[in-house]
């Protein structure tokens, strides 16, 4: 058997890339025919900042786009704690954009990304996607089609969903995670390793994480779907201890176990446990999730539309993912416009399997915010949504009653006062 050159390897690689971005950028090109005889233009972008209350509430980053035809597109690019600097990132692209043609997508992607030569970063990768989404959004209203429609149409009738649960020790996890199944999901995340104080402690943080699992999976069955965030808290060695005593529970992935400096670190974990392993919300563009696919170091690419680079960009990081045969699980810890922005992704692609959402559908605070319509559950699986564009809107006078305050994240230590990671 002819061993392959790391040249070889490079060349399949960009090939693969090369024809998952063939395929989209056809398809787009086809919905910007369509949509040619309106003669849209943008006129103005403003971004909203929003505040979710509460003390230290975090923040959540809007851009409106508007055209000459009276349509607009709503985007996103909450990034926690950063939320001033996204925003000011966002508007950094007005002067660009202004009287361009909205349906341009792919060529002013390619413009924000390429000219500021300074490429790359949550900041500037989140500013891209919020202004992608509206685009996307203001394209499907042109043409009266929802967003997965312009991209293939769809690969599937439902979209699985996972939640979020948690608690305090493992009879709380228990009740938590039993309660979220008896509402009708298939599936949750939580950290399970635990902190006490904002404080680390490697050895007795593992050993409670796998207690809580443990009981998490006695309450709730062998069936549901128990997804396992570590939220790169954890050091390596923590991250192997936790993964091989986790095993006999059978998660379906163990998430950001390891940080995303060092690709080996991630090797490392793939060697020592049988675990499926996740990985991606602090990952960018295609070019982030190319050596993730090609050494295959995990089992689900985890992409966040929101910072990702977009509608477009995910699409095209899946398309890469499933030549190597892994599955999406997009990130989402964001508003209703990152879940629907997502959602009309992954009903389009093939090797899609699981979505995040951290709130249930139910929650008086988004239905306030947003008008338009909403996403449909049903026995923890989305709907298709059916309206034009993204299929939701920002009421603008509910935004500026919830300005923004500063965040700030938890700062974890460990027991000698050192940073730890998260």
Known sequence: MPVMTRRDFLYQASTITAAAVGSTQALLAQARAQA???????????????????????????????????????????????????????????????????????????????????????????????????????????????????????????????????????????????????EGWTGCKAAFITTHNDVVEPMSSVTEGIANLKAVREAVGPDFRICIDLHGIATPTMAVDFCRRAEEYRPFFVEEATQIEDLDELAHLRSSTRIPLATGERLFTKYGFAPICQRHLVDYVQPDVVHCGGILEMKKIATIAEAYRIELAPHNPQSEVSTLASLHVDFCTPNFAIQEITHRGNEQYWKDLFYGGGITYTKGFALPPDRPGLGVDLDEKVAAQRPYKPHTRQQLRFPDGGIADH
């Open 36 to 182: 040619k005889p309106l003669n849209l233009k943008i006129t103005d972008l403003k971004t909203f900042i929003v505040n979710r209350g509460g003390t230290n509430g975090s923040n959540y980053v809007f851009v409106k786009i508007y055209t000459n035809q009276g349509l607009s597109g709503l985007g996103e690019g909450s990034v926690t704690s950063k939320e001033a600097t996204v925003a000011a990132a966002i508007e950094e692209h007005k002067r660009y954009l202004v009287g361009k043609d909205p349906t341009d997508i792919e060529m002013h992607w390619q413009a924000m990304y390429r000219w500021p030569r300074w490429r790359g970063g949550p900041i500037l990768n989140s500013a891209i996607s919020a202004v992608e989404i509206a685009l996307w959004d203001i394209l499907g209203q042109a043409l009266g089609q929802p967003i997965w429609k312009l991209l293939g149409g769809k690969a599937r009738e439902r979209v699985q969903m996972y939640v979020h649960a948690g608690g305090s020790g493992p009879q709380a996890y228990a009740q938590s995670w039993l309660q979220a199944k008896q």
